[in-house]
């Protein structure tokens, strides 16, 4: 009885803490200004089936993948044995499971073996590309210390927590054998089978110790587990799916125009202004975004969702030639930056300046918007349709714009547009000269 009251306190606290820390990351992407996702359901559907649950645009780089296939489907299905779990653990029966599933139980705990045993395999692997192997996109500057360090823990926790699984099995058949009381036979496991001699000269009680030792290190991991997966880019399992969902549908590379100033380009031109914003007569009026603020909820959303995976980096033109700029760092920082903007609001009841914004030193600087050529290759590439050129380009706007920090050579191509219509410094009267000379 007391092991269910310590099973159910224990369950009553983790869930606390989740739900603390679900809201606090949902009225930290609301920081960001509206997003109007536009219609198309169906669209936004089939992306997310085929993009966050189908992992499509991991499958441009097959072998991992197919690693990393492993370990989502593993970690998913060992962990539906966290329902025989629970209910075990509240009502303090064992193996509730076995007497309904019959011949069943056995194949279905194999399955879950399985996994568990191909979801070490592959975490050692991942910990040996990360640490051993130098793949160059585990190796920038922006992955050292915390998320150096977050992408080790988890991997390494998944290890300890499929290790609990496998050996309270393996402790479980050993009791089955020596006829313990409470320890009634399900049929064989394989993998835990092929481990279970270790435990042979162990007594029954010191078994029955060892098997509910894994179990609490196994219940209390997954509890732990959970409460972590906020505050680690492995957020990115649950965010995937509406960060996809609400992926844009326009076609790649467009720009979103700023309203006000294509109504000012129809208006030099003659031509009938639209309607397209209705403006707040006490928002303040800002060209681009200084801020997280200033973003959308959907850019946010996209920071919460980066997994730190780098594919982005590994093909931006600019990083590959050495330039400071990184798109995964663009993400993390804006995550960072929306943080530390909630823990303001967390301390202080409101946010109060602190004299710090996304746009700055701190975080994301002149020198890594400038490098930017908005080819598009980083959210081409993204596997969980994160855009970090929309954020890299409202910075921009507001660096030009507000600050006027555009280098000469952008403010004589500006100038150039404005005058002749394109970035040359030649009268668009002159345009087709090159027709006299044929
Ligand atoms: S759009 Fe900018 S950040 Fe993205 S890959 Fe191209 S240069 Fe790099
Ligand atoms: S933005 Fe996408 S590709 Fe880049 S690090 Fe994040 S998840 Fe990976």
């Not at 920038?140 to 050996?167: G, H, Q, R, S, Y």
């Not at 960072?336 to 914004?357: L, M, N, P, Q, V």
Request: neutral net charge.
């Amino acid at each position: 009885m007391l092991a269910q009251i310590i099973f159910a306190v224990c369950l009553g606290v983790a869930a606390f803490f989740i739900f603390k820390s679900i809201k606090r990351i949902y009225r930290n992407i609301n920081l960001g200004k509206a997003f109007d996702p536009k219609g198309n359901t169906s669209e936004r559907l089939k992306k997310m089936l085929l993009i966050a649950f189908g992992q499509k645009k991991m499958f441009d780089r097959p072998i991992p993948a197919l690693l990393h296939l492993f370990i989502y489907v593993g970690f998913m299905i060992v962990n539906i044995e966290m329902l025989e779990i629970a209910i075990d653990g509240l009502f303090g029966t064992h193996r509730v499971f076995a007497p309904i599933l019959g011949k069943a139980y056995p194949f279905v705990i194999n399955v879950f073996e399985f996994f568990a045993v191909a979801v070490i395999i592959v975490c050692i692997v991942f910990l040996i590309r990360r640490n051993i192997l130098k793949i160059s996109r585990f190796h920038k500057p922006e992955l050292t210390k915390w998320p150096l360090l977050d992408a080790n823990l988890i991997l390494t926790f998944e290890i300890v927590l499929m290790f609990a699984f496998l050996n309270m099995n393996a402790t479980d058949l050993t009791l089955q054998e020596k006829g313990s009381e409470h320890y009634f036979a399900t049929g064989n496991f394989f993998f835990s089978g092929l481990i279970k001699d270790l435990y042979n000269n162990a007594s029954v009680t010191g078994l029955i110790i060892a098997e509910r030792t894994y179990w609490w290190i196994h219940i209390i991991g997954v509890m732990i587990f959970a409460n972590y997966l906020p505050y680690s880019k492995h957020l990115h399992i649950l965010l995937a799916f509406p960060n996809t969902y609400f992926s844009n549908l326009d076609p790649a590379g467009k720009f979103k125009n700023m309203p006000i100033v294509t109504n000012e380009v129809k208006s030099m031109l003659g031509l009938p202004v639209e309607n397209t914003e209705a403006v707040d007569p006490n928002a303040p009026m800002r060209f681009g975004a200084k801020d997280v603020q200033d973003l959308t909820w959907k850019n946010l959303l996209d920071a919460y969702t980066c997994t730190e995976c780098g594919r982005c980096t590994s093909v931006c033109p600019a990083n590959l030639t050495g330039k400071k700029l990184s798109p995964r760092k663009i993400m993390m920082d804006t995550r960072d930056r929306a943080e530390e903007i909630g823990t303001i609001i967390d301390t202080k009841g409101k946010f109060e300046d602190d004299g710090k914004s996304l746009y700055s030193d701190t975080y994301i600087s002149k020198e890594e918007l400038l490098a930017c050529t908005s080819c598009n290759a980083c959210v081409d590439a993204c596997p969980v349709n994160i855009n970090p050129l929309e954020i890299i380009i409202d910075l921009r706007r507001y660096m030009i714009m507000e600050e006027s920090k555009a280098p000469n050579s952008w403010n004589a191509m500006f100038g150039n547009i404005e005058n002749n219509q394109a970035p040359w410094k030649f009268s668009s009267n002159d345009r087709l000269n090159w027709k006299e000379l044929l």
